[in-house]
T-cell receptor
Framework: GAGVSQSPRYKVAKRGQDVALRCDPI?????LFWYQQALGQGPEFLTY????????KSGLPSDRFFAERPEGSVSTLKIQRTQQEDSAVYLC?????????????FGPGTRLTVL | AQSVTQPDIHITVSEGASLELRCNYS??????LFWYVQSPGQGLQLLLK??????LVQGIKGFEAEFKRSQSSFNLRKPSVHWSDAAEYFC????????????FGKGTTLSVSS
């Protein structure tokens, strides 16, 4: 499809497990963002890539969170030693950086539940 | 500090009635403003955006929003609500520069009664 896709859509992890969340942005989009949306809250910024370069990771809550985009397209958000407070929906967004400026297109999200 | 406030957590509107969702922002630079809608299990869909120019912007699904700089507001309106409009609505602010993160409000849940 032409939109942003994310997988898996749902993930249940036991506390202490590592998880990997995948994002496929819109083809050709330069910018890629990860956001975390806790229950009943708005999305909060985690990290930003321009092509393969991670230019801003100021929103990552701890060093257990790691993101990569090695070839400038698909991105993976990895969470090590998951904790219950990591339970949230993780949203990926991409942007073309063209004439639409900062318009970001969002994927459906991955709902992570840590037991 | 940069922030977005959506004062109403939950609003119920009768089908066919008008709707206004409030959004106030605090932002140091010229704001670029967005309204997104999120249905259960879905991602965020852009309803409309304000970059510059005419302060009244039209969006999809019959929505419009008005930017009022003096009030730091960007309220969303719809003249006649449909049952399918029931969803969560998020206001967001950002910079014009590509690659900058959006700051979201906590959202307003809209219920539509028949």
């Amino acid at each position: 499809g032409a939109g942003v896709s994310q997988s898996p859509r749902y993930k249940v992890a036991k506390r202490g497990q590592d998880v990997a969340l995948r994002c496929d942005p819109i083809s050709g989009h330069v910018s890629l963002f990860w956001y975390q949306q806790a229950l009943g809250q708005g999305p909060e910024f985690l990290t930003y890539f321009q092509n393969e370069a991670q230019l801003d990771k100021s929103g990552l809550p701890s060093d257990r969170f790691f993101a990569e985009r090695p070839e400038g397209s698909v991105s993976t958000l990895k969470i090590q030693r998951t904790q219950q407070e990591d339970s949230a929906v993780y949203l990926c967004a991409s942007s073309s950086d063209g004439t639409s400026g900062n318009e970001q297109f969002f994927g459906p999200g991955t709902r992570l539940t840590v037991l | 500090a940069q922030s977005v406030t959506q004062p109403d957590i939950h609003i119920t509107v009768s089908e066919g009635a008008s709707l206004e969702l409030r959004c106030n922002y605090s932002y140091g630079a010229t704001p670029y403003l967005f309204w997104y809608v999120q249905s259960p299990g879905q991602g965020l869909q852009l309803l409309l955006k304000y970059f510059s120019g005419d302060t009244l912007v039209q969006g999809i699904k019959g929505f419009e929003a008005e930017f009022k700089r003096s009030q730091s507001s960007f309220n969303l309106r719809k003249p006649s609500v449909h049952w399918s409009d029931a969803a969560e609505y998020f206001c967001a602010v950002g910079r014009s520069q590509a690659g900058t993160a959006l700051i979201f409000g906590k959202g307003t849940t809209l219920s539509v009664s028949s």
